[in-house]
């Protein structure tokens, strides 16, 4: 690897995205930043490998996403609930949750949640990001740090116990929190467990970079509305 990456793992908020950002070239995390607009935060890292916590490829009509049932086996059943179904894609032009729920129903047989509905926002904007010259990858968090401990987590990661074992499993992974250059601005309304996230996808896309991920698909007879993949 000649040229330097830039690697940015990406956490949605309730009122915007965390980035942790770094060099595949030192492989330090250098930085991490909160955005209300994140096509204009990854514009200024034209040559990046992005992982963001959030779908990016939706089905059409099945209910089901193959990499989000290969997720769930993944983490377990104690941790699986962490993994929430998408909508499917013309559910986001709907303009209320019913709307959304009916025809949800409609098409495969079964509603929305209402966790899927709140994120419409943001999954939207995500699906935007294809016109940036970034390489933009679906990731989630509880699987990139189970993939780091190489085990079940013991706690959960909104309690005391679950945020500092994943401290600690970033700290052993070479990403200290308290050393990194932080640019929150003045919002209140993030949590620790968000930039933690945050934190474990830049891991997440260093090992893209590097070769050594491992990727949730459905394998086997081909099927165009299935494409979702989870990256880890």
Known sequence: MTNAIDLIGVDGTSSGWIASIGSSKNKRLCIIKFS??????????????????????????????????????YLGKEFQSSI???????????????????????????????????????????QKLSKLPNKIYEGHPECSFKMLKNESLQAKKKSVLGIFERLDLLKKAGLDPLSINLKLGNNYMIKIDDILDSMVLFITALRIVEGNYLCLEKTGITNNDDKGRIFI
């Not at 986001?92 to 994120?119: F, M, P, R, V």
């Open 36 to 73: 209300e607009d994140l096509g204009k935060l990854l514009s200024d890292y034209p040559n990046s490998v992005v992982v963001v916590d959030m779908p990016i490829e939706l089905n059409k009509f099945n209910y089901l996403r193959e990499c989000d049932i290969l997720a769930k086996k």
């Open 84 to 126: 929430f179904i998408p909508p499917l894609k013309r559910v986001l032009k709907c303009t209320t949750y019913k709307e959304a729920n009916d025809l949800s129903k409609k098409i495969a047989g079964k509603g929305l949640s209402k966790q899927s509905w709140h994120l419409k926002r943001k999954i939207s904007e995500v």
